[in-house]
C-alpha cells in the first residue's frame, strides 16, 4: 500500500508518520515541500505520488487567529480537502480526513453523535465544517473522523501549557464548563493505522484497500469512550506529572469560560459519541485518562 501522509510534523501527522509506516511505502510532506494555499502546488502532491490512500494530518488549528485569517483558514480547510477529495476520487484512491468537535455549538447536553446537526460557532468551525462538506459531496472513498481535544507533548498543546504553568505559578484557574474527549494524538494514530491494517489484512491486493474503505466511506466521531471538563483534565495532568516534585502548584480553582474571553466562540459541550466507529471497525480508543497516563510516562 502506498500512502501520501500530508502534515507530518502536526500533532498528528508526526505519530501517523511512525503507525502508518509499518504498512506500506508512506511519503510524507509537510510545507513547504507541499503548499495547501497553493492549488497547483496541492494538485501535484498527489499526481506525484499517486497513492492508493492519502492521510491529510494538516490543517489550519489556530482556532482564535482564524476568526482574523478567515480567508488562510478556509484555503487549508476547505479547499485543500475538496482537492485532495478530487484527486482522490480520479485516481482511484482513498481519502481519510479529520474534523472536529468544534462543528457542534455545544447546547446539546449529552454527546453528540454523527446524525446530529452542526452548528459551528467560530471561524475555525465553519471552515472544517465546509471542508467536511466539501469531502462529501466529491463522493469516492473517504473516512471523515472527527476528533476531539487532541494533545501531544511534542508540540504546545493544553498538556504542556498545564505542566509548564505548574511549575510557575502557586495557584491554577480551570474552566468547568467545557466538556470533552482529550485524545492523545498518538492513539488516534494507532488507531487510524489499525484500521487500515484491519482493510488490508482482508483484501488480497493494495488496491483492495480502496473498495473496502468505500464500503465504510462517511463520517465517523473518533475519540475515547468518555469525557471530561477542563479543570478534571488539568487535574490528571497535575496528578500523573512524573516529575510532580518539580510542581509549585498547590491548588486549582474553577472557573467560568467567560471569565476568559477568546476571539473565537468555542462549544462549552462538545463531547463526542463514537458508537458508530466501534460498530464499524470493532476498534475502541482508550478512556482518556488511561492514554494520557500512557502519553505522560515516556
Ligand atoms: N488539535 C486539536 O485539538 C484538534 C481537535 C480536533 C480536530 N483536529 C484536527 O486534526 C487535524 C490535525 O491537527 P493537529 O493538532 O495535529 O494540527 P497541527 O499540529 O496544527 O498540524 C497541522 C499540520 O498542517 C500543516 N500545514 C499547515 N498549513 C499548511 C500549508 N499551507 N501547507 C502544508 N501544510 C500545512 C502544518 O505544517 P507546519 O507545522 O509547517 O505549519 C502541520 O504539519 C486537523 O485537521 C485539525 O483540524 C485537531
Same mark, same amino acid.
Given at each position: 500500500?502506498? @500512502?501520501?501522509?500530508?502534515? &507530518?510534523?502536526?500533532?498528528?501527522?508526526?505519530?501517523?508518520?511512525?503507525?502508518?509506516?509499518?504498512?506500506?511505502?508512506?511519503?510524507?510532506? *509537510?510545507?513547504?515541500?507541499? &503548499?495547501?494555499?497553493?492549488?497547483?502546488?496541492?494538485?501535484? /502532491?498527489?499526481?506525484?505520488?499517486?497513492?492508493?490512500?492519502?492521510?491529510?494530518?494538516?490543517?489550519? %488549528?489556530?482556532?482564535?487567529?482564524?476568526?482574523?485569517?478567515?480567508?488562510?483558514?478556509?484555503?487549508?480547510?476547505?479547499?485543500?480537502?475538496?482537492?485532495?477529495?478530487?484527486?482522490?476520487?480520479?485516481?482511484?484512491?482513498?481519502?481519510?480526513?479529520?474534523?472536529?468537535?468544534? $462543528?457542534?455549538?455545544?447546547?446539546?447536553?449529552?454527546?453528540?453523535?454523527?446524525? *446530529?446537526?452542526? &452548528?459551528?460557532?467560530?471561524?475555525?468551525?465553519?471552515?472544517?465544517?465546509?471542508?467536511?462538506?466539501?469531502?462529501?459531496?466529491?463522493?469516492?472513498?473517504?473516512?471523515?473522523?472527527? =476528533?476531539?481535544?487532541?494533545?501531544?507533548?511534542?508540540?504546545?498543546?493544553?498538556?504542556?501549557?498545564?505542566?509548564?504553568?505548574?511549575? !510557575?505559578?502557586?495557584?491554577?484557574?480551570? $474552566?468547568? *464548563? !467545557?466538556?470533552?474527549?482529550?485524545?492523545?494524538?498518538?492513539?488516534?494514530?494507532? +488507531?487510524?493505522? !489499525?484500521?487500515?491494517?484491519?482493510?488490508?489484512?482482508?483484501?488480497?491486493?493494495?488496491?483492495?484497500?480502496?473498495?473496502? =474503505? +468505500?464500503?465504510?466511506?462517511?463520517?465517523?466521531? #473518533?475519540?475515547?469512550?468518555?469525557?471530561?471538563?477542563?479543570?478534571?483534565?488539568?487535574?490528571?495532568?497535575?496528578?500523573? *506529572?512524573?516529575?510532580? %516534585?518539580?510542581?509549585?502548584?498547590?491548588?486549582?480553582?474553577? +472557573? =467560568?469560560?467567560?471569565?476568559?474571553?477568546?476571539?473565537?466562540?468555542?462549544?462549552?459541550?462538545?463531547?463526542?459519541?463514537?458508537?458508530? #466507529?466501534?460498530?464499524? #471497525?470493532?476498534?475502541?480508543?482508550?478512556?482518556?485518562? %488511561?492514554?494520557?497516563?500512557? /502519553?505522560?510516562? @515516556?
Amino acid at each position: 500500500m502506498r @500512502i501520501l501522509l500530508l502534515g &507530518n510534523t502536526g500533532q498528528l501527522g508526526w505519530e501517523l508518520e511512525r503507525t502508518l509506516t509499518p504498512l506500506g511505502e508512506v511519503v510524507a510532506l *509537510d510545507y513547504p515541500a507541499v &503548499n495547501l494555499l497553493d492549488e497547483a502546488s496541492t494538485r501535484q /502532491a498527489v499526481r506525484g505520488v499517486v497513492p492508493h490512500v492519502i492521510v491529510n494530518a494538516t490543517g489550519y %488549528t489556530a482556532v482564535d487567529k482564524a476568526e482574523s485569517e478567515p480567508d488562510k483558514a478556509a484555503a487549508i480547510n476547505t479547499r485543500a480537502p475538496a482537492i485532495l477529495a478530487e484527486e482522490a476520487r480520479t485516481l482511484g484512491a482513498a481519502l481519510i480526513h479529520y474534523s472536529t468537535d468544534y $462543528v457542534f455549538d455545544g447546547l446539546k447536553g449529552s454527546p453528540y453523535v454523527e446524525s *446530529d446537526a452542526p &452548528n459551528p460557532l467560530g471561524v475555525y468551525a465553519q471552515t472544517k465544517l465546509a471542508g467536511e462538506q466539501a469531502v462529501q459531496q466529491t463522493g469516492g472513498a473517504f473516512l471523515i473522523l472527527r =476528533l476531539s481535544w487532541m494533545y501531544s507533548l511534542r508540540r504546545d498543546s493544553f498538556v504542556t501549557k498545564v505542566l509548564g504553568w505548574s511549575r !510557575q505559578q502557586r495557584s491554577l484557574r480551570m $474552566v468547568t *464548563d !467545557q466538556i470533552g474527549n482529550p485524545i492523545w494524538a498518538r492513539t488516534a494514530a494507532e +488507531a487510524t493505522a !489499525q484500521l487500515l491494517a484491519m482493510g488490508s489484512a482482508n483484501t488480497v491486493s493494495s488496491t483492495g484497500i480502496v473498495p473496502w =474503505l +468505500a464500503e465504510r466511506s462517511g463520517l465517523y466521531h #473518533f475519540v475515547g469512550p468518555d469525557h471530561a471538563s477542563r479543570y478534571e483534565w488539568a487535574q490528571a495532568i497535575l496528578r500523573l *506529572d512524573p516529575r510532580r %516534585t518539580e510542581q509549585v502548584t498547590e491548588q486549582v480553582l474553577p +472557573a =467560568l469560560t467567560n471569565e476568559f474571553p477568546t476571539p473565537a466562540r468555542r462549544p462549552l459541550f462538545s463531547a463526542l459519541g463514537c458508537q458508530r #466507529f466501534v460498530d464499524t #471497525f470493532g476498534l475502541r480508543l482508550p478512556p482518556w485518562e %488511561t492514554a494520557l497516563r500512557l /502519553a505522560m510516562e @515516556i
